[in-house]
């Protein structure tokens, strides 16, 4: 089955300081990839979504992510973070091919970002 | 407003009382889900359907049943409710748009939650 790996789980970065969050996936396929973020009592609200073309994709609030396809990642990035970019950041991965036209996510467990002032 | 909904936002109830958490969207999405989200397991796929009177189980349907009668909603029914069912639940929902190998390919917006405990 396929799976999503975010190794870290909670990072604390002062303000202006760069972010970079890690996802890997198990799929050698095809897939479509998301990072959706989720802000305390909130529910979850997609930052920006990888479905072909550019590698490189630019999400809402300066995010942006790289498709890896080699390394089978989709890092989340950001130059200078805000404290009011703390939240809890999920990676996601639709293989359409495996799932037989479900439009099925699999979700990473989450990095919990604190941005201290 | 674009929005996913779900009722109730938060519910406290007991082992085997039948409960039903309804989700409803109003953007005539083909496309339905139901997620629970556990601290450090992130969010797990229980059922999901493509669309009316076509639902499929997910990652984790044991304990649950869903229906879609209408398109616009798509409520979670737990029948005998059990303690390892304490949870935060989210419903999704999103086009069904045709993609490669005819599959699904589309983003899937989320309602806000609702936060059950059982006792």
């Given at each position: 089955?396929?799976?999503?790996?975010?190794?870290?789980h909670?990072?604390i970065?002062?303000?202006?300081a760069?972010?970079?969050?890690?996802?890997?996936?198990?799929?050698?396929?095809?897939?479509?990839?998301?990072?959706?973020?989720?802000?305390?009592?909130?529910?979850?609200?997609?930052?920006?979504?990888?479905?072909?073309?550019?590698?490189?994709?630019?999400?809402?609030?300066?995010?942006?992510?790289?498709?890896?396809?080699?390394?089978?990642?989709?890092?989340?990035?950001?130059?200078?973070?805000?404290?009011?970019?703390?939240?809890?950041?999920?990676?996601?991965?639709?293989?359409?091919?495996?799932?037989?036209?479900?439009?099925?996510?699999?979700?990473?467990?989450?990095?919990?970002?604190?941005?201290?002032? | 407003?674009?929005?996913?909904?779900?009722?109730?936002?938060?519910?406290?109830?007991?082992t085997?009382?039948?409960l039903?958490?309804?989700?409803?969207?109003?953007m005539?999405?083909?496309?339905?889900?139901?997620?629970?989200?556990?601290?450090?397991?992130?969010?797990?796929?229980?059922?999901?359907s493509?669309?009316?009177?076509?639902?499929?189980?997910?990652?984790?349907?044991?304990?649950?049943?869903?229906?879609?009668?209408?398109?616009r909603n798509?409520?979670?029914?737990?029948?005998?409710?059990?303690?390892?069912?304490?949870?935060?639940?989210?419903?999704?929902s999103?086009?069904?748009?045709?993609?490669?190998?005819?599959?699904?390919?589309?983003?899937?917006?989320?309602?806000?939650?609702?936060?059950?405990?059982?006792?």
């Open positions: 089955a396929q799976s999503v790996s975010q190794h870290n909670h990072v970065l002062s303000e202006a760069s972010l970079e969050l890690g996802c890997n996936y198990s799929y050698g396929g095809t897939v479509n990839l998301f990072w959706y973020v989720q802000y305390p009592g909130q529910h979850l609200q997609l930052l920006l979504k990888y479905f072909s073309g550019d590698p490189l994709v630019k999400g809402i609030k300066g995010f942006e992510a790289e498709f890896i396809k080699s390394k089978f990642s989709f890092n989340l990035r950001k130059p200078s973070v805000q404290w009011s970019d703390t939240a809890e950041y999920f990676c996601a991965v639709n293989a359409p091919e495996r799932t037989g036209g479900g439009n099925k996510l699999t979700f990473g467990t989450g990095t919990q970002l604190k941005v201290e002032l | 407003e674009a929005q996913v909904t779900q009722n109730p936002r938060y519910l406290i109830t007991v085997g009382k039948k039903t958490v309804t989700c409803s969207q109003n005539n999405h083909e496309y339905m889900s139901w997620y629970r989200q556990d601290p450090g397991l992130g969010l797990r796929q229980i059922y999901y493509m669309n009316v009177e076509v639902t499929d189980k997910g990652d984790v349907p044991e304990g649950y049943k869903v229906s879609r009668k209408e398109k798509f409520p979670l029914i737990l029948e005998s409710p059990s303690p390892n069912q304490t949870s935060l639940y989210f419903c999704a999103s086009w069904a748009f045709s993609g490669l190998a005819g599959a699904i390919q589309e983003t899937q917006y989320f309602g806000p939650g609702t936060r059950l405990l059982v006792l």
